[in-house]
């Protein structure tokens, strides 16, 4: 009977850790949004597109607001809304702003918290990810990723109540 009981259990734990490794994947825009100046859209998004290519080119201090709540940025049609971003940052002032992340495909997604990944591609500058707070929540260096929590206490059309929780992982050294 204790042989048994021990291999239900080896099973079922078996069982559960393959879930514990999903991978998740995004599909990546197939081109770059690519910014000279500050823009408040990024429309480059196919059907099907998670991730998002930014490239930062005005050599100065230039800031990408995207509206989660907005049509234009994350439509409630076939369009998927970014929640991945590579970005290439050609100054070190360079901003990636997320206004109203609790919004997902128009949708107010306040009894969820969305999360939102921050990579810089580039191989020269950093560049900050804020919110409606207009804190800086993460730098990214080059080769840097940051994993953002976007969570909204209270009214989420009120843009102040939207705030990102951002990942600030050390370096570490063998």
């Not at 076939?78 to 997902?104: E, G, M």
């Not at 500058?125 to 409606?132: K, L, N, P």
Request: glycine share 4%; hydrophobic share 40%.
């Amino acid at each position: 009977m204790a042989r048994r009981l021990s291999r239900l259990l080896t099973l079922s734990f078996l069982s559960c850790w393959r879930h514990l490794f999903a991978q998740r994947a995004f599909k990546l825009s197939s081109s770059a949004c690519t910014l000279t100046a500050d823009a408040s859209n990024c429309q480059v998004f196919s059907a099907g597109d998670a991730a998002l290519k930014v490239v930062f080119n005005a050599n100065a201090a230039t800031t990408l607001t995207l509206d989660m709540s907005s049509a234009t940025t994350c439509s409630s049609s076939s369009l998927y809304c970014p929640q991945v971003f590579a970005v290439t940052s050609d100054h070190i002032q360079n901003v990636v702003k997320l206004s109203k992340c609790a919004y997902y495909q128009q949708a107010d997604y306040s009894s969820h918290i969305l999360t939102y990944t921050f990579m810089n591609v580039g191989t020269q500058f950093a560049f900050t990810v804020h919110d409606d707070a207009g804190d800086g929540r993460a730098v990214i260096p080059p080769g840097g990723l940051r994993e953002c929590f976007c969570y909204c206490a209270g009214t989420c059309s009120t843009a102040a109540n939207n705030r990102l929780f951002c990942t600030h992982a050390g370096s570490h050294t063998r």
